[in-house]
């Protein structure tokens, strides 16, 4: 019988990488055991070798996870500040658009706009600075009906002023549009907690020009509490556009960094 032509190394390294077990047997019939071993071997080290240089060292991977950690630092808390500007402008809006419901359910109902706004006044000559009127001989009836509208779910009386004054507010390099407006009156009004989780502060219980506005806190008792963030001074007005709505009128408060409720309703 003829000699058995052995098989080859690269045969014998492709049959113990993939476990052929016809190969080796083959192998090993032929007495090619030695040739074999040496392919094991050369394997096992190939093996080895691969897992070391694939693997990071001890060095790299705590100076990767600084890097990590640092831009994680620098970046987050703008991301949080982003999302809490987000919810809490929409948290304006759903507000809002609540508020505007109900006026227009009231004045349905009223069959005609109760006498309870401030509007532009007709000078002449025109005024260019722009001067203000108020109808407030119907505002006791006008806010039984908005707020009944509006659906509340309890009020209070309140007998502290729970916000910056015109005064801190200036000072901290807020803005405030108008300092004959009285911003303190919410000391001595009435406190509606909205569906929502919202608080409405109003002075219901007379006809006098501070009936003409009331201040909304968006998301109820928790933070920031600050005027242009989650708290705004509003009223019923004609000013500007001669239709009734709800908006900021002349008296406008703004804290360092908040916004008007325009800036907020054009977002």
């Known amino acids: 019988m003829s000699e058995a032509k052995l098989v080859p190394k690269t045969t014998l390294l492709r049959a113990v990488q993939i476990q052929d077990h016809r190969h080796i047997r083959f192998c090993i019939a032929f007495n090619s055991c030695k040739i074999l071993k040496q392919v094991q071997d050369d394997s096992a080290v190939g093996t080895f070798d691969n897992n070391r240089h694939a693997a990071f060292t001890l060095a790299e991977v705590l100076i990767t996870l600084g890097i990590i950690g640092v831009v994680a630092a620098l970046t987050i808390p703008t991301l949080i500040s982003k999302f809490q500007e987000k919810a809490l402008e929409s ?4 507000t809002y658009s609540m508020l505007s419901q109900a006026l227009q359910f009231t004045i349905y109902e009223n069959g005609s706009e109760y006498k309870c706004y401030t509007q532009d006044r007709v000078t002449n000559p025109p005024d260019p600075n722009g001067t203000s009127q ?29 916000y910056k004054t015109r005064n801190e507010v200036v000072a901290e390099g807020g803005t405030v549009s108008n300092n004959s407006c009285n911003f303190s009156f919410i000391a001595n009004t009435n406190k509606y907690y909205l569906q929502d989780g919202s608080i409405v502060y109003a002075l219901t219980n007379r006809n006098s020009m501070l009936a003409l506005y009331f201040v909304i806190d968006i998301n109820g008792d928790k933070g920031p509490n600050k005027w242009g963030y989650d708290v705004f001074y509003l009223g019923p007005t004609k000013q500007y556009t001669g239709v009734l709505r709800i908006a900021e ?6 804290e360092k960094g908040g916004k008007s409720v325009e800036d907020i309703l054009k977002r």
Do not use: A, M
Not at 91 to 94: A, I, R, S
Not at 142 to 150: D, E, I, R, T, V
């Open 249 to 254: 009128t002349t008296c406008l408060i703004c």
């Open 91 to 94: 948290q304006f809006k759903k």
């Open 134 to 162: 108020f109808e407030y001989s119907e505002c006791t009836k006008f806010h039984k009906s908005f707020f009944q509208n509006l659906k509340y779910v309890k009020v209070e009386s309140v007998n502290e002023h729970p």
